[in-house]
């Protein structure tokens, strides 16, 4: 029998079809809404927590601290109690109230913080004093090490190979990189294309980071093509993938299939791979669906 740590990842492709303006190209979106924990960060929650008891750096008993918007948090905080881990996540005070509910329902301490560059100072003062242990997904190599290991051979596999454009969301950037990482070593010509709000939009899950915020993690040479995406537009095919695909997701879905779907346009042929990043459940307050 499993445990619930042993279901995340080997999430689903499901084919776009009604969406698709292209029926030479073929578009599949990665439903990372199907891990336990609802979306794409199970799995580098699940890395950065297993990898720092792995080289010692913390033990059960240890006291947590992340800066989050919500994905990884609720990652982090159902993993944390599995590893016997305290856990206090930051959040904007913007946050949907099923996030922070989520949060709160596995244990962990929430703390809500206007605007998430102020939740990163906080959590890294807080850090600081010795009190808490910083994961630090946004400069932590074991975040996009996670997608390295296992979305990106999962993709290789279930395409069969015949992957050509690889479209994420970019917030932390850690399934851009890993994917990017991985995808790259099998074929050096699949495109990675990253989307990010444009300057006007808000977009959760999807950053548009000031210079001085800009993740550690990010290497701009692993990223082929990057794409602005408005609110408007994640929105309405966010609407859209419920209403004529099935497909329950987040807004940043949305945009990433918008970016996709314009990818899409511009081909005579391929395979396009989207990440569809949680599941639409954790937007009923907002209003996204309205």
Known sequence: MAGIIDLIGNTPL??????????????????????????VKDRAAL???RSALDRGEIKAGTKLIEATSGNTG???????????LEIELVMPSNSTK????TMEAFGAKVTLLEGIEACRDYAV????????FLLNQFANKDNYLAHYKTTGPEIWRDTNGSITHFVSAMGTTGSIMGNSMFLKEKNP????????????????????WPAAYLPQ???PKR?????????????????????????????????????????????????IVFIACDRGDRYLSSDLFG
């Open 223 to 271: 990223v082929d093509r990057i794409m602005d995406v408005s609110q408007a537009e994640a929105t309405a095919m966010t609407r859209k993938l419920a209403r004529t695909e099935g497909v329950f997701a987040g807004m940043s879905s949305g945009g990433a299939l918008s970016a996709a779907v314009k990818v899409a346009q511009e081909l005579e042929s391929g395979v």
């Open 47 to 49: 890395n950065m927590i």
């Open 125 to 132: 003062e807080k850090a600081a004093k010795g009190d808490y």
């Open 98 to 101: 099923e996030r922070v509910l």
């Open 217 to 219: 993690i990010f290497d």
């Open 14 to 39: 499901v084919e776009i079809t009604k969406l698709n303006p292209n029926p030479n190209v073929k578009i599949y979106a990665k439903l990372e809404g199907n891990n336990p924990g609802g979306s």
């Open 189 to 208: 010509n699949i495109q990675i294309i990253g989307c990010q709000p444009t300057e006007e939009s808000s977009i959760p899950g999807i950053r548009r």
């Open 74 to 84: 609720i990652a982090l905080a159902m993993i944390a109690r599995l590893f016997d």
